[in-house]
């Protein structure tokens, strides 16, 4: 006869984006700020064909914003705004300060 095992799983922590969002919200920034922010660490996200972020750093992030400037044309006040949308991702969210 098997033994059968229970599994307990711990409940999963919130979500990256929604914990980015509940630290937005915390912080008081604004609507459209949070909305641009989450954007920019989506388009981040995607870039890198999902790869975690935590599992990336400061090369991840410059590759990103290169191609930003470089291949998709993105204005420099849309890089600096993605910038600061991923150092406040990985400073307030990941808790890494990116060198």
Do not use: N
Not at 30 to 44: C, D, F, M, N, P
Not at 79 to 90: D, I, N, P, R, W
Request: glycine share 4%; net charge positive; charged share 25%.
């Amino acid at each position: 006869m098997m033994s059968s095992t229970l599994l307990v799983v711990p409940p999963s922590s919130p979500r990256l984006l929604d914990q980015v969002r509940e630290r937005i919200r915390v912080k008081h920034y604004s609507l459209r700020t949070e909305q641009a922010y989450v954007g920019w660490i989506k388009r981040h996200i995607f870039f890198h064909d999902k790869r975690y972020p935590w599992d990336m750093g400061r090369v991840e992030v410059e590759a990103f914003l290169g191609a930003l400037a470089v291949e998709q044309d993105v204005s420099a006040a849309a890089q600096t705004q993605a910038l600061s949308a991923l150092v406040f991702q990985y400073r307030e969210v990941l808790g890494v300060k990116l060198p």
